[in-house]
């Protein structure tokens, strides 16, 4: 571990302590874990908890929810308050959730701990990278550490179905939880003792308007396309969520033109290269979440297949975004 830490550090350059390295990398794997291993346990949690029509998907959503919401919130505060804070935090709600989801009874106890869970990812997320990229010196040192920070990313939804799947097949889908679990207490400790304390407060404030309307906007949005297959596309509470949705984004741009610090600088869309890259990567990974989704519905409560045969189809498909990160 150390070898390969200190090879790490070399290669970025120096202005980065290892301590915070390690943390930050560990952290944004960390959260990707927990975003990615309820897809392999579908099939279990159909049989055992016996969720009906779309209380099975929102298990997943659940946790990614707080994250699509909330994760520019915590990339403020981060700035705002200290970065050090918000991992140890992250990574230590995210513990919680998962002890929470670990001793679920029933379908509701499960939502409730992934979506603690998911609060805790939302954080680490963008503070991760934020705290990497502040100990940076050099453009040149910032652009390999923001390539480390995806590798990890990417290594975080390969590991999730490996570990999903072997703690399924030799126990149970509760000892999947506590892996994430004991990995979430390891971050939060190797935060708390090694990373530096980064903060960015200069120019920056608290969006209460932005906020809000992204945060509301956002819900209502995802909402409307969970709850849009069972509950019919035109029932009147699909079509008032995307009436919620539209309005609630449009003033979120409003208020972003006028906010003093604005939670997203939308001027940053005006260069087409960085609008066309954000569009392509927001497709690029609904697509894949669509995509997870229906494997793991296919393969889990569909086929009834054993969790390492899922697990295996979700590492040939985590697969792909290895070569982007080389």
């Known amino acids: 571990m150390s070898t390969k830490t200190d090879s790490a550090s070399a290669a970025i350059g120096p202005g980065l302590a290892k301590g915070t390295l390690v943390a930050g990398l560990l952290a944004v794997c960390l959260a990707q874990i927990g975003l990615a291993i309820p897809a392999t346990l579908n099939g279990l949690f159909q049989s055992d908890l016996q969720p009906v029509g779309s209380q099975l998907t929102w298990i997943s959503d659940a946790f990614l929810l707080p994250v699509a919401v909330l ?85 975080g939804g390969f590991l999730a179905p490996l570990l999903g799947g072997i703690t399924a097949t030799y126990g149970s889908w509760r000892w999947s939880f506590v892996v994430v679990t004991v990995i979430a207490a390891a971050s939060a400790v190797i935060s708390a003792l090694f990373a530096t304390d980064s903060r960015s407060p200069e120019g920056r404030s608290l969006d209460p308007a932005g906020q809000i309307t992204i945060g509301i906007g956002l819900f209502a949005l995802l909402y409307a396309i969970i709850q849009g297959p069972t509950d019919g596309w035109a029932s009147t509470p699909i079509v008032s969520a995307f009436v919620v949705a539209a309005v609630s984004l449009g003033l979120f741009v409003l208020a972003e033109l006028r906010a003093a610090s604005p939670l997203l600088r939308l001027d940053l869309f005006r260069n087409r290269s960085f609008a066309i890259a954000s569009v392509v990567a927001v497709v690029g990974m609904f697509g894949f979440l669509g995509t997870a989704y229906a494997v793991s519905i296919r393969l889990g409560p569909v086929q009834d297949q054993p969790p390492m045969r899922t697990a295996m189809a979700f590492l040939l498909l985590n697969a792909s975004p290895w070569p982007c990160c080389r």
Request: hydrophobic share 55%; charged share 10%.
């Open 71 to 155: 994760e520019l919130t915590f990339g403020l505060l981060g700035d705002l308050f200290g970065r050090k804070r918000l991992l140890v935090g992250g990574a230590a709600l995210l513990a919680v959730g998962e002890v929470v989801s670990t001793t679920s009874a029933g379908i509701h106890q499960l939502w409730f701990g992934q979506t603690l869970a998911g609060l805790g990812a939302a954080a680490l997320f963008p503070t991760s990278l934020a705290i990497l990229a502040a100990g940076t010196t050099s453009p040149a040192q910032r652009a390999r550490v923001i390539a480390l920070w995806a590798a990890l990313l990417s290594t």
